[in-house]
């Protein structure tokens, strides 16, 4: 079981160029037929038609949280912070649980893993 994850960001000119993701999601299927896909550790939920459509939402949605807490909020890793994610440089944010803390192992253990080692930010464009 990974108790870890961790989102790396790289500006260049203080202008994001790429972020990468590991982080704990889970997918059920809704009453409405769709696909309804939990991202706790951004506080998001995202929906998809079918599981094809999944991996599109779930970058749609991860990008939507940077841009917004860029444009409205304190910035990414402010907001992130906010959230219980750990500064460890200057472009790397990790989410370690505590390990007395059964309620996050529990979401790790329930949870799929998500890797996306480049996001499209042409979608944030």
């Known amino acids: 079981m ?3 994850a961790n989102i ?31 991202i706790p550790l951004l506080g998001l939920e995202a929906l998809a038609q079918n599981d094809e459509d999944a991996e599109v939402a779930i970058e749609e949605a991860t990008i939507s949280f ?9 910035g990414k890793e402010k907001e992130l912070e906010v959230l219980g994610w750990k500064s460890i440089t ?18 790790f253990k329930a949870c799929d893993n998500y890797v996306n080692p480049h996001l499209k930010l042409e979608l944030a464009a």
């Open 66 to 74: 940077c841009v917004i807490a860029e444009k409205f909020g304190g």
């Open 2 to 4: 990974t108790t870890e």
């Open 90 to 107: 200057n472009s790397q944010l990790e989410y370690d649980i505590d390990h007395g803390d059964i309620l996050l192992q529990g979401i």
């Open 8 to 38: 790396n960001i790289t500006k260049e000119n203080g202008k994001i160029t790429a972020i990468s993701v590991l982080m704990p999601i889970w997918t059920k299927w809704n009453d409405f037929g769709h696909l309804s896909i939990q």
